[in-house]
């Protein structure tokens, strides 16, 4: 059956980007599926799942692209950046060179990306603690330094995974309301100030 706009009150797109090997798309496979899988599976350009929830009584609808990696494949994936609702972007916390490229990714997101878009920032294989070269406070003040919401995941036991595409959910449907009450703050406005100005000229017009 085809969706239609009545099946969903908000439809979202969203790109998971990162390093390869970081487990982009074993935190999608998680979240859409509850699934996890120990093989490494180099994505070849994009890969995409559809999850459909409920935030406050509203049905939501969520486009999740999984984009490779590899330098290889920019090309492809950069065209997926347009029309995004959020940006999910991943690191592995035992590997520090994923880490330092988050610097790289942010200016692909800067490029290609609406000047919107949402983004949060992933540490991931949080359950690979005794392995960690990325302490919880490095990613915190990275991801406070450019305005994002950081959270530790781990797809292989679930740790936050739901609680990221959640908070993401939620804070991206709360910055479009207020986005429209301002627009319809400003619309009201307008008519109300043109009102006053019709009235001023009849008044102007009965005094000659």
């Given amino acids: 059956m085809k969706n239609t706009q009545s ?3 908000h439809l979202l797109k969203y790109l998971i980007i990162g390093n390869s090997g970081v487990g982009k798309s074993c935190l999608l496979l998680r979240y859409s599926e ?3 899988s120990d093989k490494h599976i180099i994505t070849i350009g994009v890969d995409f799942k559809i999850k459909s929830l409920t935030i406050d009584g509203q049905k939501v609808k969520t486009n999740i692209w999984d984009t490779a990696g590899q330098e290889r494949f920019k090309n492809i994936t950069v065209s997926y950046y347009k029309g995004a609702s959020g940006v999910m972007l991943v690191y592995d916390i035992t590997d520090k060179e994923s880490f330092d490229k988050l610097g790289d990714w942010l200016i692909e997101v800067e490029k290609n990306a609406p000047s919107n878009v949402y983004k949060i920032l992933i540490g991931n294989k949080s359950d690979l603690g005794d392995q960690r070269q990325v302490t919880y406070d ?3 003040e990275f991801a406070d330094t450019y305005e994002m919401k950081f959270i530790e995941t781990s797809a292989k036991s679930s740790l936050n995974v739901e609680d990221a595409f959640t908070t993401m959910t939620k804070e991206i449907i709360t910055l479009k309301k207020k986005s429209v009450e301002q ?9 109300n100030f043109n009102d006053s100005k019709n009235i001023q000229k009849q008044e102007k017009g009965c005094c000659k």
């Fill in 34 to 36: 509850n699934e996890y």
């Fill in 183 to 191: 627009e319809d703050s400003k619309k009201k406005n307008l008519i």
């Fill in 7 to 9: 099946d969903y009150d």
């Fill in 138 to 140: 490095q990613g915190k």
